[in-house]
């Protein structure tokens, strides 16, 4: 069975620094994978997903995430962060034959200093 | 396009009566819709998964008679609390797959006030 790992529960950082989240994923076959962004009282927007086909995705926002086999991860990266950036992400996995469900993280919160 | 729609966004009942929640794709046909339950701070519990025409597919834990979700046709899907108990508050997300696809696309949302 697949799973998802969020390492770090809340990251914090400042205004135009890097934002790294990091993500780790288990699976017995090739998976897809996702980064979602959820703002306080709202729903989930896809900021980007991984389906097989180039490693390095970029998503809206800025953000990107890179597919590496070898470490299992999927980690989400943005060069320069925004105070608009505050927010709940989640990482989840698929696999082809699922039909569409989903396994999520546990949620990073990533904090925005001014 | 491959909007989501939830209604009502809140609604606050009594404890023992019943609230029904829908979720609508609005620009595509959804063969299978799920439904999430969220606790402040934690990730989506998948309850269960429904599609079209035929009965729900419920996660271990979650009581079928207490949750009911129909899913009449390719563009609604409804979650009733039935019996609803203070417990029962909580953030409810549905999502849909379109035919063919693998990708969710996420409703904005429901919160559930349980007095």
């Known amino acids: 069975a697949q799973s998802v790992t969020q390492l770090g529960s809340h990251v914090s950082v400042s205004e135009g620094a890097l934002v790294l989240l990091r993500c780790n994923y288990s699976?017995?076959?090739?998976?897809?994978l996702f980064w979602y962004v959820q703002y306080p009282n709202q729903g989930l927007q896809l900021l980007l997903k991984?389906?097989?086909?180039?490693?390095l995705v970029k998503g809206i926002n800025g953000f990107e995430a890179e597919f590496k086999k070898s470490e299992t991860s999927f980690h989400l990266t943005k060069p320069s962060a925004h105070m608009s950036d505050a927010a709940e992400y989640f990482c989840?996995?698929?696999?082809?034959?699922?039909?569409?469900?989903?396994?999520f993280g546990q949620g990073t919160e990533l904090s925005v200093k001014p | 396009g491959a909007v989501v729609s939830q209604h009502p966004s809140r609604v606050i009942c009594k404890s023992g009566t019943s609230v029904k929640i829908e979720c609508r794709s609005l620009d595509f046909q959804a063969t299978t819709m799920f439904w999430y339950r969220q606790f402040p701070k934690q990730s989506l519990m998948l309850m269960a998964t429904?599609?079209?025409?035929?009965?729900?597919?419920?996660e271990q834990g979650v009581e079928k008679d207490k949750f009911l979700i129909n899913h009449a046709s390719l563009t609604l899907s409804t979650l009733t609390v039935t019996s609803a108990h203070p417990e029962d508050s909580s953030f409810y997300i549905c999502?849909?797959?379109?035919?063919?696809?693998?990708?969710?696309?996420f409703g904005p949302g429901t919160r559930l006030t349980v007095t």
């Open positions: 699976s017995s076959v090739p998976p897809y």
């Open positions: 989840a996995v698929t696999l082809y034959n699922q039909g569409g469900k989903l396994i």
């Open positions: 999502s849909a797959v379109s035919v063919g696809s693998y990708e969710q696309y």
């Open positions: 991984y389906t097989s086909a180039a490693t």
């Open positions: 429904s599609n079209e025409g035929s009965k729900a597919t419920y």
